[in-house]
């Protein structure tokens, strides 16, 4: 599609080319259908995928969930794609009030708390294409920990056999609550091979609270690592740094430094060239991003949150 024809389109059927999967494309054919107003900068292509993918499609995300968690007991942590949109939302924004404006000591000015959340990146000095960046680091980081999160209540959604995995969910689903009955229902419909006898087996096996003897419960800090580590990439932290911050979260229970770096590794977490140049570096001084590290509560720590970004709705 070239730049003509999306002129002729508008900004709204426009969006269609932003949409990387099933969700983002249901988004972009709704908003060709309802024309929403259009926004200033509307003609500069990053400001529309700018708007397109941390305001509309977070949007769409929140009605949704909402819909369905309004008579639901539980989180509803089987629609935590969606979630990770509002997830990525909310951390983005965080990122730019908690680390560019007040950890710099530079003045919040009157207007970040006047203007809607997507106005305030106008102001920003970085360019919409890196803000971008860092919502996509930050929602891939957030699926991740939600996927880690799922195979860990649920051992058998690692199985390679699709028809395992899905009779694992759906079992999981029935046991611990990740989806209302009317989700459930029409996953059992889609799914046509769904082995009854395996989603019992399943329902069975699955712990309704996962117990632990450590001082720290490992299903908390492991997706609370995942979930912080665009920080700790971003802003060349090292493994120590990522102790001293996450004993600040942990309240001084966790091992030594070289324990969490040890545990990090196994996870998949690694350095960045400039937290490796410093890995011996033991400062006493919390890193940049540690006081938004702090205030982020993963999956496993607030799942009734977390569902819907960090915030309670």
Not at 25 to 48: M, N, W
Not at 79 to 95: C, D, I, P, W
Not at 228 to 251: D, M, R, T
Request: hydrophobic share 40%; proline share 6%; with cysteine.
């Amino acid at each position: 599609m070239n730049t003509n024809s999306l002129q002729i389109l508008g900004p709204s059927q426009g969006f269609l080319r932003f949409a990387k999967n099933a969700i983002e494309r249901r988004v972009a054919f709704s908003l060709c259908a309802v024309q929403p107003p259009t926004f200033p900068g509307e003609h500069d292509p990053e400001k529309d995928e700018f708007m397109f993918r941390l305001h509309y499609v977070p949007t769409f995300a929140k009605a949704v969930i909402g819909s369905h968690t309004e008579k639901a007991a539980k989180p509803q942590i089987g629609l935590g794609e969606l979630s990770t949109y509002l997830v990525a939302q909310h951390r983005t924004g965080l990122e730019f009030l908690l680390v560019r404006y007040i950890e710099q000591g530079k003045p919040i000015d009157k207007f970040l708390a006047e203007k809607p959340f997507a106005e305030w990146f106008d102001y920003s000095p970085e360019c919409y294409g890196y803000w971008l960046k860092r919502f996509a680091r930050w929602r891939r980081a957030a699926m991740v920990s939600w996927r880690y999160y799922l195979e860990q209540r649920c051992r058998k959604l690692k199985h390679e056999d699709p028809l395992v995995k899905e009779s694992a969910f759906v079992g999981a689903a029935e046991k611990l609550g990740w989806l209302n009955e009317g989700l459930l229902d029409k996953f059992r419909q889609d799914c046509e091979c769904l082995d009854p006898e395996k989603v019992q087996r399943v329902r069975n096996d699955v712990k309704l609270v996962p117990k632990t003897k450590k001082a720290v419960d490992p299903l908390q800090f492991n997706t609370w690592a995942h979930e912080i580590w665009p920080l700790v990439e971003e802003y060349g932290w090292n493994y120590h740094q990522v102790w001293k911050v996450a004993s600040h979260v942990f309240e001084g229970k966790l091992a030594s430094p070289s324990r969490v770096a040890d545990r990090c590794k196994d996870l998949g977490l690694r350095l960045v060239p400039e937290g490796q140049a410093k890995r011996h570096n033991f400062t006493s001084r919390f890193p940049v991003g540690a006081c938004m590290a702090m205030s982020l509560k993963s999956i496993a720590m607030n799942p009734a949150a977390w569902v819907f970004g960090g915030v309670l709705s």
